[in-house]
């Protein structure tokens, strides 16, 4: 089983819909969690950070549960301008740094 | 404005000509790391350095090197390239009281 572990999609969704997305990590003592968007052949950025209560920016919003180890990002009102590459980002802590990559998951919204 | 600059951005190379990628971040963090990103398999960490002069491997630290000489550089090293280290690279830095990671804008590798 991989370590950090989400679907490739690609999930293709028309504008103003609603799209979540899952990642699995094997690791239960994992600490830090993040959502990083990477475009076609650039960098990945810092989307948002996940925390154990949930956080919310704007349309998007990033769960954790961790008693099915899993994280999830939840973007509301699509625009397509969100159609990238969501990586899930896993730090397993114990004083190590390091992180974790999922593979992606590539969303294309839809006019 | 706050960055991270690797260079260079393109390079082909042939089987066993000694290469460096650089990585210069300025904004002073004390943690630094290279990655890899290839098809399927997602960024997979190459090397790490917590402050100058510590550094240790990731998960694919074959046939790389690295040093970490100051806090602002963090050059990768391939002795011998090979075929198989064709890929693109990713060099990044993190502040430190958020774990957010800040990126290059990648380096792709041909080795031939």
Not at chain 1, 64 to 92: E, F, G, H, W
């Amino acid at each position: 089983r991989k370590e950090v572990e989400q679907d490739p999609g690609p999930f293709n969704v028309p504008e103003g819909a609603t799209v979540a997305f899952n990642c699995t990590y094997s690791n239960s003592a994992s600490q830090s969690f993040f959502w990083y968007r990477q475009d076609c052949r650039k960098e990945p950025k810092l989307l948002m950070s996940v925390y154990s209560s949930g956080n919310e920016d704007g349309r998007f919003t990033a769960q954790l549960n961790r008693a099915s180890q899993y994280i999830s990002l939840l973007i509301r009102d699509s625009k397509l301008s969100d159609s990238a590459t969501y990586l899930c980002v896993v730090n397993p802590g114990s004083g190590t740094y390091k992180y974790i990559f999922g593979t992606g998951t590539r969303l294309k919204v839809l006019a | 404005e706050a960055q991270v600059t690797q260079n260079p951005r393109y390079l082909i190379t042939v089987t066993g000509k000694k290469l460096t990628v650089t990585c210069s971040q300025n904004m002073n963090h004390e943690y630094m790391s290279w990655y890899r990103q290839d098809p399927g398999l997602g960024l997979r960490q190459i090397y790490y350095s917590m402050n100058v002069e510590v550094t240790d491997k990731g998960d694919v630290p074959e046939g790389y090197k690295v040093s970490r000489k100051e806090k602002r550089n963090f050059p990768l090293i391939l002795e011998s390239p090979s075929p198989n280290q064709t890929s693109l690279y990713f060099c990044a830095s993190m502040r430190g009281n958020t774990g957010e990671l800040f990126f290059g804008e990648g380096s792709r590798l041909t080795v031939l």
